[in-house]
Protein backbone atom coordinates (compact mmCIF):
# COMPACT_ATOMS: atom_id res chain seq x y z
CA UNK A 1 0.00 0.00 0.00
CA UNK A 2 1.29 3.06 -1.06
CA UNK A 3 2.16 6.46 1.71
CA UNK A 4 -0.88 8.27 0.02
CA UNK A 5 -3.67 5.29 1.03
CA UNK A 6 -1.93 4.66 4.59
CA UNK A 7 -2.38 8.27 5.11
CA UNK A 8 -6.37 8.19 3.72
CA UNK A 9 -7.14 5.08 5.63
CA UNK A 10 -5.99 6.60 8.54
CA UNK A 11 -7.79 9.87 8.20
CA UNK A 12 -11.12 7.61 7.66
CA UNK A 13 -11.26 4.39 9.84
CA UNK A 14 -13.04 5.93 12.66
CA UNK A 15 -15.21 8.66 9.72
CA UNK A 16 -17.01 6.46 7.67
CA UNK A 17 -20.38 5.97 10.07
CA UNK A 18 -20.19 9.91 10.36
CA UNK A 19 -18.62 11.41 7.07
CA UNK A 20 -22.32 11.84 4.99
CA UNK A 21 -23.76 13.11 7.94
CA UNK A 22 -20.78 15.71 8.96
CA UNK A 23 -19.83 16.89 5.59
CA UNK A 24 -23.22 17.40 4.60
CA UNK A 25 -23.22 21.05 5.94
CA UNK A 26 -19.82 22.26 3.87
CA UNK A 27 -19.24 20.10 1.44
CA UNK A 28 -21.25 22.50 -0.79
CA UNK A 29 -22.01 22.58 -4.38
CA UNK A 30 -21.77 18.84 -4.88
CA UNK A 31 -25.51 18.53 -6.02
CA UNK A 32 -25.50 21.32 -8.51
CA UNK A 33 -22.22 19.56 -10.16
CA UNK A 34 -24.07 15.93 -10.33
CA UNK A 35 -27.33 17.83 -11.58
CA UNK A 36 -24.57 19.36 -14.49
CA UNK A 37 -23.42 15.82 -15.47
CA UNK A 38 -26.31 15.35 -18.35
CA UNK A 39 -24.22 12.67 -19.46
CA UNK A 40 -25.37 10.90 -22.46
CA UNK A 41 -27.93 7.50 -22.72
CA UNK A 42 -25.64 4.65 -22.33
CA UNK A 43 -22.40 6.88 -21.64
CA UNK A 44 -19.55 6.42 -19.12
CA UNK A 45 -19.42 8.21 -15.97
CA UNK A 46 -16.26 7.95 -13.47
CA UNK A 47 -15.89 9.93 -9.98
CA UNK A 48 -12.29 9.86 -9.06
CA UNK A 49 -11.88 9.54 -4.90
CA UNK A 50 -15.74 8.64 -4.56
CA UNK A 51 -15.38 8.27 -0.80
CA UNK A 52 -18.63 6.96 1.04
CA UNK A 53 -20.12 6.80 -2.87
CA UNK A 54 -22.96 8.98 -1.54
CA UNK A 55 -22.55 10.95 -4.89
CA UNK A 56 -22.15 7.71 -7.07
CA UNK A 57 -25.55 7.09 -5.79
CA UNK A 58 -26.96 10.77 -6.27
CA UNK A 59 -25.88 10.67 -9.93
CA UNK A 60 -26.88 7.11 -10.57
CA UNK A 61 -30.57 7.83 -9.14
CA UNK A 62 -30.32 11.76 -10.88
CA UNK A 63 -29.25 10.03 -14.38
CA UNK A 64 -30.73 6.60 -14.41
CA UNK A 65 -29.34 5.62 -18.40
CA UNK A 66 -25.62 6.10 -17.90
CA UNK A 67 -23.21 4.00 -16.34
CA UNK A 68 -21.18 4.51 -13.19
CA UNK A 69 -17.45 4.04 -11.75
CA UNK A 70 -16.09 5.35 -9.13
CA UNK A 71 -12.75 4.68 -7.46
CA UNK A 72 -10.60 5.92 -3.99
CA UNK A 73 -7.40 5.56 -2.71
CA UNK A 74 -8.63 4.38 0.46
CA UNK A 75 -10.07 1.14 0.74
CA UNK A 76 -12.19 2.04 4.41
CA UNK A 77 -13.45 4.50 2.03
CA UNK A 78 -14.38 2.07 -0.55
CA UNK A 79 -15.75 -0.80 1.66
CA UNK A 80 -18.10 1.93 2.66
CA UNK A 81 -19.29 3.07 -1.15
CA UNK A 82 -19.02 -0.46 -1.63
CA UNK A 83 -22.34 -0.85 1.37
CA UNK A 84 -23.79 2.52 0.23
CA UNK A 85 -24.59 1.66 -3.75
CA UNK A 86 -25.42 -2.03 -2.90
CA UNK A 87 -27.94 -0.34 0.13
CA UNK A 88 -29.29 1.77 -2.45
CA UNK A 89 -29.94 -1.24 -5.36
CA UNK A 90 -27.45 0.62 -7.74
CA UNK A 91 -24.71 -2.50 -7.53
CA UNK A 92 -26.01 -3.08 -11.25
CA UNK A 93 -25.39 0.78 -12.60
CA UNK A 94 -22.12 1.68 -10.35
CA UNK A 95 -18.94 -0.24 -10.71
CA UNK A 96 -16.43 0.31 -7.39
CA UNK A 97 -12.20 -0.25 -8.10
CA UNK A 98 -9.56 1.02 -5.53
CA UNK A 99 -7.05 2.95 -7.67
CA UNK A 100 -5.01 6.61 -7.24
CA UNK A 101 -5.98 9.30 -9.08
CA UNK A 102 -2.70 10.23 -10.28
CA UNK A 103 -2.10 6.93 -12.32
CA UNK A 104 -4.59 5.00 -12.70
CA UNK A 105 -4.67 2.67 -15.22
CA UNK A 106 -6.60 2.14 -18.66
CA UNK A 107 -7.60 -1.27 -17.33
CA UNK A 108 -9.08 -0.37 -13.72
CA UNK A 109 -12.57 -0.51 -15.51
CA UNK A 110 -11.48 -1.86 -18.68
CA UNK A 111 -12.93 1.51 -19.95
CA UNK A 112 -10.77 3.77 -22.15
CA UNK A 113 -12.27 6.76 -22.22
CA UNK A 114 -15.12 8.45 -19.95
CA UNK A 115 -18.12 11.06 -21.22
CA UNK A 116 -17.77 12.28 -17.59
CA UNK A 117 -15.32 12.55 -15.21
CA UNK A 118 -15.63 13.90 -11.86
CA UNK A 119 -13.71 15.47 -9.24
CA UNK A 120 -15.68 15.90 -6.05
CA UNK A 121 -13.65 17.67 -2.81
CA UNK A 122 -10.53 15.29 -3.60
CA UNK A 123 -8.24 17.93 -5.97
CA UNK A 124 -7.70 19.09 -2.31
CA UNK A 125 -6.47 16.16 -0.60
CA UNK A 126 -4.15 15.01 -3.51
CA UNK A 127 -0.44 16.36 -2.87
CA UNK A 128 0.15 15.61 -6.97
CA UNK A 129 -3.27 17.48 -7.46
CA UNK A 130 -2.10 18.69 -11.01
CA UNK A 131 -0.73 15.46 -12.07
CA UNK A 132 -4.36 14.16 -11.35
CA UNK A 133 -6.11 16.49 -13.30
CA UNK A 134 -3.97 16.23 -16.37
CA UNK A 135 -4.32 12.37 -16.04
CA UNK A 136 -7.72 12.67 -15.91
CA UNK A 137 -8.06 14.78 -18.84
CA UNK A 138 -6.46 12.21 -21.10
CA UNK A 139 -9.29 9.61 -20.34
CA UNK A 140 -11.86 12.31 -21.60
CA UNK A 141 -14.04 11.00 -24.62
CA UNK A 142 -14.34 13.57 -27.38
CA UNK A 143 -17.63 15.39 -26.32
CA UNK A 144 -16.71 15.00 -22.80
CA UNK A 145 -16.70 16.79 -19.97
CA UNK A 146 -14.25 16.84 -16.79
CA UNK A 147 -16.07 18.27 -13.91
CA UNK A 148 -14.80 19.71 -10.50
CA UNK A 149 -16.23 21.16 -6.98
CA UNK A 150 -13.73 21.75 -4.44
CA UNK A 151 -12.93 24.61 -1.79
CA UNK A 152 -12.56 27.93 -3.31
CA UNK A 153 -10.01 30.68 -2.63
CA UNK A 154 -12.42 32.32 0.59
CA UNK A 155 -11.28 35.68 -1.08
CA UNK A 156 -14.84 37.39 -0.40
CA UNK A 157 -15.21 36.06 2.89
CA UNK A 158 -13.91 37.31 6.58
CA UNK A 159 -10.07 36.67 6.71
CA UNK A 160 -10.92 35.21 10.70
CA UNK A 161 -13.52 32.78 8.84
CA UNK A 162 -10.69 31.90 6.18
CA UNK A 163 -8.17 31.30 8.60
CA UNK A 164 -10.05 29.47 11.06
CA UNK A 165 -11.24 27.15 7.77
CA UNK A 166 -7.86 26.38 7.03
CA UNK A 167 -6.87 25.25 10.08
CA UNK A 168 -9.97 22.90 10.54
CA UNK A 169 -9.27 21.39 7.13
CA UNK A 170 -5.50 20.80 7.55
CA UNK A 171 -6.50 18.66 10.34
CA UNK A 172 -7.85 16.18 7.75
CA UNK A 173 -4.88 16.84 5.34
CA UNK A 174 -7.03 18.87 3.31
CA UNK A 175 -5.41 21.90 1.66
CA UNK A 176 -8.07 24.61 -0.69
CA UNK A 177 -6.15 24.99 -4.36
CA UNK A 178 -5.92 28.73 -4.28
CA UNK A 179 -4.26 28.63 -7.91
CA UNK A 180 -6.94 25.64 -9.45
CA UNK A 181 -8.66 28.25 -11.72
CA UNK A 182 -5.07 28.99 -13.41
CA UNK A 183 -4.28 25.49 -13.46
CA UNK A 184 -7.43 24.72 -14.86
CA UNK A 185 -7.01 27.37 -17.83
CA UNK A 186 -3.56 25.96 -18.39
CA UNK A 187 -5.04 22.25 -18.76
CA UNK A 188 -7.58 23.70 -21.22
CA UNK A 189 -5.10 25.53 -23.28
CA UNK A 190 -2.78 22.64 -23.17
CA UNK A 191 -5.14 19.85 -24.35
CA UNK A 192 -7.84 22.45 -26.85
CA UNK A 193 -10.46 22.10 -23.81
CA UNK A 194 -13.32 24.46 -23.36
CA UNK A 195 -13.25 25.75 -19.91
CA UNK A 196 -15.91 27.41 -17.21
CA UNK A 197 -15.86 28.37 -14.13
CA UNK A 198 -18.43 29.42 -11.17
CA UNK A 199 -17.42 30.43 -7.75
CA UNK A 200 -20.06 30.11 -5.10
CA UNK A 201 -20.23 31.99 -1.42
CA UNK A 202 -18.02 33.96 -1.68
CA UNK A 203 -14.98 31.74 -3.19
CA UNK A 204 -15.99 29.08 -0.85
CA UNK A 205 -16.66 26.64 -3.20
CA UNK A 206 -15.27 26.73 -6.83
CA UNK A 207 -17.05 24.94 -9.65
CA UNK A 208 -14.94 24.20 -13.22
CA UNK A 209 -15.93 22.32 -16.16
CA UNK A 210 -13.24 21.24 -18.96
CA UNK A 211 -14.99 20.24 -21.65
CA UNK A 212 -13.44 18.50 -25.19
CA UNK A 213 -15.19 18.94 -29.07
CA UNK A 214 -16.83 16.08 -30.44
C1 LIG B 1 -12.99 14.81 1.04
S1 LIG B 1 -13.22 13.20 0.41
C2 LIG B 1 -14.48 13.45 -0.82
C3 LIG B 1 -15.26 12.20 -1.11
C4 LIG B 1 -16.37 12.37 -2.16
N1 LIG B 1 -15.84 12.70 -3.44
C5 LIG B 1 -17.39 13.39 -1.72
O1 LIG B 1 -17.58 14.40 -2.41
O2 LIG B 1 -18.05 13.16 -0.68
C6 LIG B 1 -11.76 12.93 -0.59
C7 LIG B 1 -11.62 11.50 -1.05
O3 LIG B 1 -10.49 11.44 -1.93
C8 LIG B 1 -9.80 10.22 -1.68
N2 LIG B 1 -8.42 10.37 -2.18
C9 LIG B 1 -7.41 11.08 -1.65
N3 LIG B 1 -6.30 10.96 -2.39
C10 LIG B 1 -6.61 10.14 -3.44
C11 LIG B 1 -5.90 9.63 -4.55
N4 LIG B 1 -4.59 9.93 -4.76
N5 LIG B 1 -6.54 8.83 -5.43
C12 LIG B 1 -7.85 8.51 -5.24
N6 LIG B 1 -8.58 8.95 -4.19
C13 LIG B 1 -7.98 9.76 -3.30
C14 LIG B 1 -9.90 10.05 -0.17
O4 LIG B 1 -9.63 8.73 0.25
C15 LIG B 1 -11.34 10.49 0.08
O5 LIG B 1 -12.23 9.41 -0.01
Request: charged letters at 20%; glycine letters at 8%.
Amino acid sequence: MSDAAVLMDRIYVWQTGIYDLTRKPYLLGRDRLIASLAPPDGGQVLEIGCGTGRNLVEAAQRWPHANFHGFDISSVMLNKAVSTIAKAGLSWQVELARGDATCFPTNLFRIEQFDRIFFSYTLSMIPAWEQALDHAVSRLAPGGALMIADFGDQRDLPKSFRTLLRRWLALFHVEPRDHLEDVIRDVAARHGLKADFVRLYGGYTFLAALRRSS
